[in-house]
């Protein structure tokens, strides 16, 4: 994976990681997240941290109707928004629920790669692993 | 100011089950949010001598124009006529409940009237849910409430969940609101006042956008304010949590035990942050948006005293101020007994601050023959944390007159009962953790909230060493930092952000990339100015603090710097009474 979690039990649950993805795409708030923390029946049960596995050969592309999802070379998809119809195909096929939804632009929140969570991420549970598929390009 | 749903605010009103949201500019531009914006809402929708258990009382939890969006900006606050003190009531919370406030599109949210049975509300963004919660009245533990609730509603993981214990049903004066099983309003009774309009739970959540003008500006300013609270913040909270702060004041002498009667004894090391994160800790977590994670909860393993090699594992959150409250003031040695009460104070849903010190003085009481074991049912002896956990469920089933008092305070339990000069409240509030000088009394005495955090006279105690001004500076001095204190809960950041965020350039760029100019003149002019609004709500209320309202205790057992003089709290308190004719009314 380009992003892996690398111990989830180190999460604390502030959501650093949600709040500078949307911080990077140039605004505030939780609704553009490409990643999710939860928890999981209670703080005390520790967190969830869902987040793109760029798969090689993703469910998501497979199943959207319009081509709005582009397989990337190095795994993963990028999504061209104009393609897209907001059949939300896409999240039910993500088998690891890694694909949020923007209710207000009423498109899928899909993760470019970029690793800014990771670099945000005060307890080390995020790492950006750069290497990550370039010997498939 | 910038154009945002953070303008909004939601008013909810019980009897009718109907809510309307209205757009309020005007009130987030003049007082910026949180403590700013709830003691004007307070004003405009709580009459005059409201009684507190009315439907006219009016609960409001506003959060700040940085909510969200800064590191540490990640409390709310809470307004409302206290039942406890009768006057007003400001409590705090972390959890997720600031972000999921703003996440939901609102500033504030005001919830008034009495609804004709128990139900608990669900918001949505803009969906206000009231939904029959009269099969979940009076179940057992507040955990559990958390845990239905969970099963029933939507944002599954990423919402905050407020509800009430049966001591909030049982109007106990001094019941809690508890938020993510962890965090609470904790103080001044927000729980009974839920409970006294029928309103079990609160769950609220949302996502959206907040369109910032200048992106860029805000990326540069996030990342140095959080650098500031990675490099200075972060080891102490991080490591041990508040309970860091146990050996350090047992060693200075600022640790109350037993009542304030002694301020040394051998169980600090067994309560330490040390000892409970070596043998006890389980987990750490944070408040939404927040880089420490202080949230200390223990993982404590107890074996079912009926079936061999059957266990239960709890996890039980410890501070500071409860290991204080419920520990060492009840004199408790072991770090079993103290977790076995705060879990049992948890699953009530009490203030563990007021419970512990009113089980403190019922102690004292039944030690002095002052009351016997026909009032208290339970023969308390400083220690025995089985008996206190009886004195607990006492306290919130009032099974006799002497748990009726005792359930409205000490206060109003030594008025009747006697005792008056060891119960220790100030302002009718029992007294946070830190014996260390006349400041801290003082400053909680005289403050707002009568909160250590209202203006933090410990930390003047303990960097004056002895070494006391004038009492008449000394007040001004807590005056000023209460009045800076109310830029940061209007803000709304929390106080362990202090460092950062009273360094008001940083404030001021925070401020710029969501629109709002301000100098730190006006900043500062801010401050006071809610702080004079604060003052005006109370003696409109009938606060006028006098030096005869201080427990004698106070003065008997001695500080980390020498006894405190009572000529010097005196002077100290006419002179605050001077400045409240003069400059606060």
Known sequence: ?137 | MFEDKFTRVLYIDLSKKSFAIKSRPDLFEKWLGGSGVGIQLLKEECPKDTDPFSPENTIIFAVGPITSLYPLASKTVAMFKSPLTGNLGESHAGGRSAVSIMMAGYGAIVIKGKSDIPIYLSIFDNEVRFHDARAIWGIKDAITVGKIIRQRETFSGQRSIMRIGRAGENLVSFASLNTETYRHFGRLGLGAVFGSKNLKALVIAGKRTINLTDPKAYLRVYKNILDETTSSLMKKYHDLGTAVNVLPLHEIGGLPIENLNKISYEGAAELSGENLAQNYLGRRIACTGCPVACVHIAAFRDPHEEEKYFYKTSMIGYDYEPIYSLGTMLGIKDAKGFLKLMDRTEKLGLDAMSSGVALAWATEMLNKNIVTESETLVKFSFGDWEKYIEGLENIVLMPNDFYKALSRGTSYASEIYGGKDFALNFGKNEMPGYHTGAATHLGWFLGARHSHLDNAGYSMDQSLKGDYPEPEKLVDNLIEEEANRQILSSLVVCFFARAIYLNFDNTINCLKTVGIDLTKEELKELGMEIYRQKMSYKTQEGWLPSHLDLPKRIFETPAPFGKISEDYMKKAIDHFRDRLEKDFR
Not at chain 1, 50 to 66: G, K, Q, Y
């Open chain 1, 1 to 137: 994976m380009r992003i892996e979690i690398i111990d989830p039990d180190r999460c604390v649950g502030c959501e650093i990681c949600m709040l500078a993805c949307v911080r990077r795409q140039g605004f505030a708030g939780l609704a553009k997240s490409k990643i999710a923390v939860h928890s999981s029946g209670g703080m005390e049960k520790g967190f969830t941290v869902l987040v793109c596995r760029a798969c090689s050969d993703p469910p998501c592309a497979a199943v959207c109707p319009t081509n709005a999802l582009e397989v990337r070379k190095d795994g993963g998809v990028n999504l061209i928004s104009e393609k897209c119809i907001g059949c939300k195909n896409c999240v039910e096929a993500c088998t690891v629920n890694s694909i949020f939804w923007d209710n207000e632009a009423n498109k899928p929140n899909i993760c470019i790669y970029c690793g800014f969570c990771a670099m945000n991420c005060p307890h080390h549970v995020l790492y950006f692993n750069k290497e990550w598929g370039k010997e498939n390009v």
